[in-house]
């Protein structure tokens, strides 16, 4: 099994920033993706940035110019930095990761969530 806890998240106001940390931990094997989700109430959960474990990054065309993915592959972490903040932006936040963990094959795996709000 593999557990994703995400950190950093909180109340800013429009024009702040904010960078969400989402670790994992457990008899990891390895790690492709690492990414990053929200979901605003009444709407469905999308996808907000991806990276690869060979270092590729995708964003959503709503948040290009504003958000930075990265990560560490020693630490299994994935950061989000989220500058130039929005209201659109407050969402629960998810990490999710495709990992392989000892004794189990490839799974989907995704944390409890992290709560962003934008005040305008």
């Known amino acids: 099994q593999v557990q994703l806890v995400e950190s950093g998240g909180g109340l800013v106001q429009a024009g702040g920033s904010l960078r969400l940390s989402c670790t994992a931990s457990g008899i990891i094997l390895s790690i492709n993706t690492m990414n990053w989700f929200r979901q605003a109430p009444g709407k469905e959960r999308e996808l907000v940035a991806a990276?690869?474990?060979?270092?590729?990054?995708n964003y959503a065309d709503s948040v290009k110019g504003r958000f930075t993915i990265s990560r560490d592959n020693a630490k299994k972490t994935v950061y989000l930095q989220m500058n130039s903040l929005k209201p659109e932006d407050t969402a629960v936040y998810y990490c999710n990761a495709d990992a392989v963990a000892a004794g189990t094959g490839w799974f989907d795996y995704w944390g409890q969530g992290t709560q962003v709000t934008v005040s305008s």
């Open positions: 990276s690869s474990s060979g270092g590729r990054t």
